[in-house]
């Protein structure tokens, strides 16, 4: 168990895999403790798979900060994730405008690790801000996610500012995804490959902007098997 107090930030990532031998792993913070992300954009917490099950709350992760899971069972309550004008996040913001225009500009930001990137495992984050990020709130290319009673606001990016889906299952529950922006589609999500988004228990989505689908858009390179469902209450 690893207890934050006060403000701290990494000088490398911190990485929890197989061989990490405790049978849980909890990160907790106290009062107003918050993280700064290391130098370089790396993630400044990476969970591959095979790790035992790990738990985060109650921190505010700064400029930045990211949180990858590659696999194993993940649990968040109460983070907050709030963007900055370190250097990682500025570098996201001139490649979201097109600074140099590249392909491989392109590509590195429609697959760039944001604040919150599921490749695999199964992931559940409640009571949870994502605010004002350069280069989207959340990517999943696979596993599985419940995001509930969380809010996503204020981000930008090029597509699905607040959630892009390239695979898995994701599944939003009494979550707000508020004011976010993408100069191309999807101002609040999209959806970009074969996976199941799942919006129930008064999920809201308002004052989201973007070129193309201003809230939602599912994009016709999406694969046969993707499947759409909302569920209200009665």
Same mark, same amino acid.
């Given at each position: /168990?690893?207890?934050? $107090?006060?403000?701290?930030?990494?000088? +490398?990532? !911190?990485?929890?895999?197989?061989?990490? +031998?405790?049978?849980?792993?909890?990160?907790?913070?106290?009062?107003?403790?918050?993280?700064?992300?290391?130098?370089?954009?790396?993630?400044?917490?990476? !969970?591959?798979?095979?790790?035992?099950?790990? /738990?985060?709350?109650?921190?505010?992760?700064?400029?930045?900060?990211?949180? &990858?899971?590659?696999?194993?069972?993940?649990?968040?309550?109460?983070?907050?994730?709030?963007?900055?004008?370190g250097v990682a996040a500025k570098r996201r913001l001139s490649? #979201?405008?097109?600074?140099?225009?590249?392909?491989?500009? #392109?590509?590195?930001?429609? @697959? #760039?690790?944001?604040? !919150?990137?599921? @490749?695999?495992?199964?992931?559940?984050? &409640?009571?949870?801000?994502? /605010?004002? !990020?350069?280069?989207?709130?959340?990517?999943? *290319?696979?596993? /599985?996610?419940?995001?509930?009673?969380?809010?996503?606001?204020?981000?930008?990016?090029?597509?699905?500012?607040?959630?892009?889906?390239?695979?898995?299952?994701? *599944?939003?529950?009494? *979550?707000?995804?508020?004011?976010? *922006?993408?100069?191309?589609?999807?101002?609040?999500?999209? $959806? #970009?490959?074969?996976?199941?988004?799942?919006?129930?228990?008064?999920?809201?989505?308002?004052?989201n902007s973007a070129h193309w689908g201003s809230s939602l858009v599912v994009s016709a390179q999406a694969h046969s098997?993707?499947?759409?469902?909302? @569920?209200? &209450?009665?």
């Amino acid at each position: /168990s690893i207890r934050v $107090v006060g403000g701290h930030s990494t000088d +490398a990532p !911190i990485v929890i895999d197989a061989s990490s +031998a405790s049978s849980r792993i909890t990160i907790s913070g106290v009062a107003d403790s918050f993280m700064a992300p290391p130098s370089g954009g790396d993630p400044f917490l990476t !969970i591959r798979a095979g790790s035992p099950p790990v /738990s985060l709350s109650n921190l505010t992760l700064t400029d930045g900060a990211k949180v &990858r899971v590659d696999g194993g069972d993940v649990s968040v309550e109460g983070l907050r994730f709030l963007g900055g004008g370190g250097v990682a996040a500025k570098r996201r913001l001139s490649i #979201a405008r097109g600074a140099d225009g590249s392909p491989e500009a #392109a590509a590195e930001l429609l @697959h #760039a690790d944001r604040p !919150i990137t599921l @490749h695999g495992g199964v992931m559940r984050v &409640r009571n949870t801000v994502l /605010s004002g !990020i350069g280069g989207g709130g959340i990517l999943v *290319t696979g596993g /599985s996610l419940l995001l509930s009673h969380s809010e996503v606001r204020r981000c930008r990016a090029a597509r699905g500012a607040a959630l892009r889906i390239l695979g898995g299952n994701v *599944t939003l529950t009494g *979550t707000l995804l508020e004011d976010n *922006t993408a100069t191309d589609s999807g101002g609040a999500v999209e $959806v #970009a490959g074969g996976g199941t988004l799942t919006l129930s228990n008064q999920t809201r989505l308002r004052g989201n902007s973007a070129h193309w689908g201003s809230s939602l858009v599912v994009s016709a390179q999406a694969h046969s098997g993707h499947t759409l469902a909302q @569920h209200r &209450r009665p």
